[in-house]
């Protein structure tokens, strides 16, 4: 399985983007998915899992009420929803499955497929 994020870009503080993570190559629908996101010197940090199903969700105290993650697995992609942008939202953000987990899980290392990461900016 390969994927592929996109949908980054440049917004203003307070506004929206939704982010698109495609799976190619094989179904996606028994792995667990994340969104994990990396700003300029810091480490790569969890921002929302969703289990197989898509019945359980996941957030990061920093983004709880602001994002919203979902899947299709008939469309074999995940998204990320995100409102209300804040500059500290800034990052590299990428989509993980974890192919191994009974659950979600916050640890970067648990996750063995990475897609390439999308650019998030906000300016304020």
């Known amino acids: 399985v390969q994927l592929q994020a996109s949908g980054g870009g440049l917004v203003q503080a307070g506004g929206s983007l939704r982010l698109s993570c495609a799976a190619s190559?094989?179904?996606?629908?028994?792995?667990?998915m994340g969104w994990f996101r990396q700003a300029p010197g810091k480490e790569r940090e969890f921002v929302a899992g969703i289990s197989w199903t898509g019945s359980r969700t996941y957030y990061a105290d920093s983004v709880k009420g602001r994002f919203t993650i979902s899947r299709n697995n008939a469309e074999n992609t995940a998204y990320l929803q995100m409102d209300s942008l804040k500059p500290e939202d800034t990052a590299v953000y990428y989509c993980?499955?974890?192919?191994?987990?009974?659950?979600?899980?916050?640890?970067?290392?648990?996750?063995?497929?990475w897609g390439q990461g999308t650019l998030v900016t906000v300016s304020s």
């Open positions: 993980a499955a974890d192919t191994k987990s009974p659950r979600v899980t916050m640890f970067p290392w648990d996750y063995d497929l």
């Open positions: 190559g094989r179904t996606f629908s028994g792995y667990l």
